[in-house]
Nanobody, 111 residues
């Protein structure tokens, strides 16, 4: 089970941090997003060893990190753009390969 923080309404250029905690041990954790009328897409993932992967559209602006002791993942989003507007979903894979999704949360960025 994943418990994520809530998004919000922001202005372009502002920052927002999201957090998500898992109820058990996880392997990969990350964030996906789905904008209106579009498919869900990867934002960033991080392995238990700290290897990260980012969507090209967020590289240099978003930073993913995790705290293995807390089974938590964080997404720091800086220099937000209107095109970052989407429902953001926390994602995790447990050591057995089963994936979990957190509740979606809206992040709305106005210009």
């Amino acid at each position: 089970q994943l418990q994520a923080s809530w998004g919000g309404l922001l202005q372009a250029g502002e920052s927002l941090g999201l957090s998500c905690a898992a109820s058990g041990i996880t392997r990969t954790m990350g964030w996906y997003r789905q904008a209106p009328g579009k498919q869900r897409e990867l934002v960033a993932t991080i392995s238990s060893g700290g290897n990260t992967k980012y969507a090209d559209s967020v590289k240099g602006r978003f930073t993913i990190s995790r705290d293995n002791a807390k089974n938590a993942v964080y997404l720091q989003m800086n220099s937000l753009k209107p095109e970052d507007t989407a429902v953001y979903y926390c994602y995790a894979v447990n050591p057995l390969g089963k994936d979990y999704w957190g509740h979606g949360t809206w992040v709305t960025v106005s210009s």
